[in-house]
């Protein structure tokens, strides 16, 4: 029987550690093409900026990412504190019929797009009293991690590099510890660039990635898309494998005896 490598948030079981979002693409033919090719099953969605039924003359975006078929996320990008954050996840509550997994992120600083922690902690402890799931955006910060998880979010999201950079992971050492010491999901999310970034992730022991500038920004976002589901898979495969001990000096291939004249 086949190991099926699964993962969970939430109550929920996964196979694909690849989460993205639907934003910045050039039509959305072209999201729901990239998503297909991806290989996702959890799509996140900013309310504020996304059309999921609150204009019912505007196209949908849930037309292209049906729920049947996809979990949707929706997320409270552009929300710049606690307040608004609330609202907004109320908001997709209702749009969604009672949808109670939420990603909640507070924007602190315009330039870097860093995350307000002391908002999104007050966000985050309203929001789980009220029965959402939260899955929520931070710095690569492991005490803001564990405050965050005590007050019971479901999945911990540090960024790797700020939101759209493409800079990959500026701190991996921080990632490994935040990872080593949760109990809940960790999923590296913003400032992954390209396949090799995802794949850093993944053998750094986090459970997903979420993307979308690394796809939606692509010169051909569905190739990429492709090519960030195959670099989550190795990412995983080679944690999961366990890499050989670094060294300081080489060591021959082959044993070192036996040598033919």
């Known amino acids: 029987m086949k190991d099926e490598d699964t993962w969970q948030v939430a109550g929920r079981t996964f196979r694909s550690r690849l989460l993205v979002g639907t934003g ?9 093409r990239a998503i297909a090719a991806s290989g996702a099953e959890i799509v996140t969605v900013a309310v504020r900026r996304s059309n999921i039924g609150q204009d019912k003359d505007a196209p949908n975006l849930l037309d292209v990412v049906p729920p049947e078929r996809y979990t949707i996320l929706p997320n409270t990008a552009g929300c710049h504190n606690a307040e608004e954050a609330v609202r907004t996840c109320r908001l997709a509550r209702e749009l969604l019929d009672g949808h109670a997994l939420v990603k909640l992120e507070v924007i602190g600083d315009p330039r870097t797009l860093f995350p307000d922690m002391v908002e999104t902690l007050k966000a985050a402890e309203t929001l789980v009293k009220e029965g959402f799931e939260v899955m929520v955006y931070t710095t690569d910060d492991p005490v803001a991690a564990q405050r965050l998880e ?23 050492f921080n990632i490994a510890l935040i990872r080593a010491q949760a109990r809940v999901p960790v999923l590296v ?20 990635v979420l993307m979308n500038s690394a796809i939606a920004n692509a010169r051909d976002p569905v190739l990429m898309a492709s090519a960030m589901r195959k670099a989550i898979e190795a990412g995983r495969e080679a944690y999961r494998a366990g890499r050989m001990p670094r060294k300081l000096e080489a060591e021959a291939s082959s044993p070192p005896v036996g040598l033919l004249a």
């Open 189 to 208: 999310d913003a400032g992954v660039g390209t396949a090799s970034d995802a794949a850093v992730a993944m053998e750094l022991g986090c459970d997903g």
């Open 150 to 172: 005590a007050l019971g979010c479901a999945a911990i999201m540090p960024l790797a590099a700020p939101i759209g950079s493409g800079l990959g992971i500026r701190n991996p």
């Open 24 to 32: 910045k693409y050039r039509s959305l033919e072209e999201t729901g």
